[in-house]
Each structure stands twice: as C-alpha cells, then as structure tokens.
Nanobody
C-alpha cells in the first residue's frame, strides 16, 4: 500500500496550489481521506476530510479557501488551496482510513511554502 502526496512547492501569498494524494494497493473508494499539515515546531493538524461518498469538512482556518475532492476512478484525492497565506506553510500529509476494518495509511508528505 502506498499513498503518494504531491503538488507542494513555493508560492507567494495569495497564490494557489493543488495537492494530490494518489493511492496504490488499496481500493481507494472504500476509504475516507484526510489532509493534515504540520508546520515547524507545531503539532500535526487536520485540514480537510472527504468521506467515501464525497462529503467534505474543513478546519476553520482554511474554510472558504481550500477545496477537497476525489476521483475514485483515478484512486486520487485532491486539495485545491487558494488565497494561500504564510501561515499555511507546512508539510501536508494525506491519510486514508477505513474505520470498519481498522485500516489506516499515511502518505509521505509534500512541503508547501507560502512567502509573504
């Protein structure tokens, strides 16, 4: 099983990035997926979640700026990040969970840096 997060990079404040989380070795459609981030010196925090059926929830800090979506045919979940702020700077991780069977997998993280 592998989750591959990608799409991070350096962007100016106000800019946009689109992250992808591609899964292999699992039937991604069976999993809820969460995007987390961890800034230097801070704890990992939940940014957004998307259920198996596509329902989404967002942290207050990103609501209205970030959009999470999924394409189960491509085994991929996306995080579109708009109006980025310097405080969005972090390593972003994706997590896939199938709670009924206690399955939980993490991706390796992709770094997002927002300059002011």
């Amino acid at each position: 099983v592998q989750l591959q997060a990608s799409g991070g990079g350096l962007v100016q404040a106000g800019g946009s990035l689109s992250l992808s989380c591609a899964a292999s070795g699992i039937t991604f459609s069976l999993y809820a997926v969460g995007w987390y981030r961890q800034a230097p010196g801070k704890q990992r925090e939940l940014v957004a979640t998307i259920t198996r059926s596509g329902g989404t929830n967002y942290a207050d800090s990103v609501k209205g700026r970030f959009t999470c979506s999924r394409d189960n045919a491509k085994n991929t979940v996306y995080l579109q990040m708009n109006s980025l702020k310097p405080e969005d700077t972090a390593v972003y991780y994706c997590n896939a969970e199938w709670s009924s069977y206690n399955k939980n997998y993490w991706g390796q993280g992709t770094k997002v840096t927002v300059s002011s």
